[in-house]
């Protein structure tokens, strides 16, 4: 017996070796019919079935086919429910049907995929590591947490359950402090998946947090020379790798003049509109969620993000939007967002990058006290009322509010004028 031949297919070993020996020789259509000639006669042969899904998703990869497809998910789940399907048949057919699931927009159903395998194999630590990822991209956080726990008493040396474990408790708990020593292990276990921009982003920024800048700057280093970051100040994870990068952008530079100049031509009936939106109950300014205080008060009214207008918050603010309709770069950006941003006195936003390098952010000021500061990389700048400042917050940035009064500005992303048509057509919103 070969791993992925039980006895019963033993038997018919050469007619089996046969149809998967013609894959590539022969046409799909006739492959298929060789499969279901074995099929008629051996309809629980678990090789003769698990070809059967392979020729499918070839057919549906080539012809671009989403009912093949699905008939190909179909047929690995066939797989999955036989009897006496040797491991790593099993095994095999369940990481491609977890795989086509994703692809075809089932994270849940993927997800069973794992669970099966892992309830299967219990003491299968690669399996349960799957199923935590699994959870984690189906937002099952707290499901997720539980596998890598159960993984890491299985073994208490597993790295990629480690980073996980790390990046939930940082992330989702918000316990840089906590979730600091798994991902320090996670990270110098150099197991596969844990060299992964995410793992050395949270680990880094847990260590700043903790105000250890020195062990942050080293994990970025190593970050920037691993290719997992643009440098170690620039640390986007969503990239074109071409683009020009620098954290501070004179108007000339983007490009934009034209559509900034509109924008402050303009920028008291923005301010107007931006501020008729802070009364507490008929405004619509909702708090900052991405954990990024150390302290104070952020709040945002968004217009546009991912390139989509937000009616409901255009109607309130409706010159503004008239004039971003106006601007190609703006409107299209699927990488970006519209918003109006109010800090209150006593805020400090901890540095941080924002997750593209395909744009650029520029501030209009809007109301402006004295004692408020921007650091973008090394240079710390403030705003001042009708200007922009622009930057690339794929840049490491900071922000200090120490004054005695809300600062309120607009925030516009545009397009990185280094990218293609093609590119912005084709990039995932983020
Ligand atoms: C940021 O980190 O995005 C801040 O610059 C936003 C703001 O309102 O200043
Ligand atoms: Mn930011």
Redesign the pocket.
């Known amino acids: 017996f070969n791993s992925l031949t039980n006895p019963a297919d033993f038997a018919i070993r050469n007619l089996l070796d046969n149809a998967e020996n013609s894959l590539y020789i022969l046409s799909d259509e006739e492959v298929l019919k060789m499969c279901e000639e074995i099929l008629k006669k051996y309809p629980k042969s678990p090789r003769a079935n698990f070809l059967k899904a392979e020729i499918l998703i070839k057919m549906a990869e080539e012809k671009q086919s989403n009912s093949i497809l699905e008939q190909g998910i179909t047929q690995y789940q066939k797989v999955l429910d036989l009897p006496d399907v040797p491991y790593a048949l099993l095994v095999d057919a369940g990481t491609k049907l977890a795989e086509k699931q994703i692809f075809r927009g089932w994270n849940g159903k993927a997800t069973k995929t794992w669970r099966f395998l892992s309830d299967k194999y219990p003491n299968d630590v690669k399996l349960k590591n799957k199923l935590g990822v699994s959870y984690l991209m189906a937002n099952q956080n707290e499901e997720a947490r539980k596998t890598f726990e159960k993984v890491l008493e299985m073994d208490h040396g597993d790295g990629l359950a480690k980073v996980h474990l790390g990046f939930i408790i940082k992330t989702i708990d918000n316990d840089p402090e906590k979730a600091l020593p798994f991902l320090i292990e996670g990270v110098a276990s150099e197991a596969e998946g844990t060299k992964d921009g995410r793992f050395y982003f949270h680990l880094g920024d847990a260590f700043q947090r903790l105000n250890l800048l020195k062990e942050a700057y080293k994990v970025y280093k190593t970050g920037a020379e691993n290719g997992l970051f643009l440098s170690s100040i620039q640390r986007s994870l969503y990239n074109v790798n071409t683009l020009t990068g620098r954290p501070w952008w004179t108007a000339e530079e983007t490009g934009y003049t034209e559509d900034l100049k509109l924008f402050e031509e303009s920028w008291k009936v923005i301010r107007d509109e931006g501020m008729a939106q802070l009364d507490a109950k008929t405004g619509g300014f909702t708090p900052e969620s991405e954990n990024?205080r150390e302290k104070g008060e952020?709040k945002q009214f968004v217009l546009y993000q991912r390139g989509q207008k937000n009616k409901k918050n255009c109607e309130k603010a409706p010159k503004t939007c008239e004039l971003i309709d106006r601007m190609e770069a703006v409107k299209t950006n699927k990488r970006g967002q519209v918003k109006f941003?109010v800090?209150h006195p006593g805020t400090h936003?901890w540095p941080?990058c924002g997750p593209t390098n395909c744009r650029l952010r520029a501030?209009l000021g809007l109301k402006v006290p004295t004692g408020i500061n921007?650091r973008v990389g090394q240079e710390k700048r403030t705003w001042k009322e009708g200007k922009f400042i622009i930057f690339d917050?794929s840049f490491e940035?900071e922000?200090w509010h120490n004054g005695n009064e809300l600062r309120l500005?607009l925030?516009v992303d545009f397009w990185h004028p280094d990218l293609t048509e093609e590119q912005k057509k084709t990039l995932s919103p983020i």
Request: proline share 0%.
């Open positions: 990024l952020w941003s800090i936003i941080h501030h921007i917050d940035h922000v500005v925030i």
